[in-house]
């Protein structure tokens, strides 16, 4: 089982629609959730942490669920300008030696 | 205020040659993170190191691949006697605070644009 693993997509849908994208990982020791996004040759840059208590930012809702080592994002009233690669990212193994793993990512492509 | 400053931005050698690619972090960051990132994979972890040391390298290939992080000066990301399979982006990250014993406080990297590497 990979560490982090997620849906490729591509997501294709139009503006205005929700979607939802899915994460899961592998080592229950994880501390640390996030979703990163990353535009096409681009950089990724930080979303959004993720908390066991749910949160949200603006149309983005993120949700963890530890038992299922299971991570969400949901996006609501989809824009143009979130056609981007989303990236679910673990961290923190405990201790000071782990670091960030990164998902392959999920594509989303937002038409008008 | 600039961000993670990276050079060169794109680098093309040809086998058996060296690379070295450069990272500045932001300023009052010192803690620096070096990742790869292969055609349509994820990015992963090779190195991360603070000033004059490297934390923690368990995602560097074991032959041909350095990195340091002087007192003075960029990080250095070198891969000796390049070969095809080394044509990547490169992305180095910094943050003001390392891993702690808790797991990450943020997790907020920041990156720089990449270091495309291609080996002809």
């Known amino acids: 089982r990979k560490e982090v693993e997620q849906d490729p997509g591509p997501f294709n849908v139009p503006e205005g629609a929700t979607v939802a994208f899915n994460c899961t990982y592998s080592?229950?020791?994880?501390?640390?959730f996030f979703w990163y996004r990353q535009d096409c040759r681009k950089e990724p840059k930080l979303l959004m942490s993720v908390y066991s208590s749910g949160n949200e930012d603006g149309r983005f809702t993120a949700q963890l669920n530890r038992a299922s080592q299971y991570i969400s994002l949901l996006i609501r009233d989809s824009k143009l300008s979130d056609s981007a690669t989303y990236l679910c990212v673990v961290g923190g193994y405990g201790g000071s030696q782990g670091n960030l793993i990164f998902g392959k990512g999920t594509k989303l492509s937002v038409k008008p | 205020n600039a961000g993670v400053m990276q050079n060169p931005r794109h680098l093309v050698r040809r086998r058996g040659q060296e690379a070295r690619l450069r990272c500045s972090p932001m300023?009052?960051?010192?803690?620096v993170y070096w990742y790869r990132q292969l055609p349509e994979e994820g990015l992963k972890f090779m190195v991360y190191l603070q000033k004059e040391n490297i934390i923690d390298e368990s995602g560097m290939p074991k032959e041909r691949f350095s990195a340091e992080f002087p007192k003075e000066g960029p990080s250095i990301l070198r891969i000796q006697q390049v070969v095809r399979g080394d044509s990547a982006a490169y992305f180095c990250?910094?943050?003001?605070?390392?891993?702690?014993?808790?797991?990450?406080?943020?997790?907020?990297?920041?990156f720089g644009e990449g270091s495309r590497l291609t080996v002809l």
């Open positions: 990250a910094s943050s003001p605070r390392g891993r702690t014993a808790m797991g990450w406080n943020t997790g907020e990297l920041f």
């Open positions: 080592n229950s020791a994880s501390q640390s």
């Open positions: 300023k009052g960051h010192s803690h």
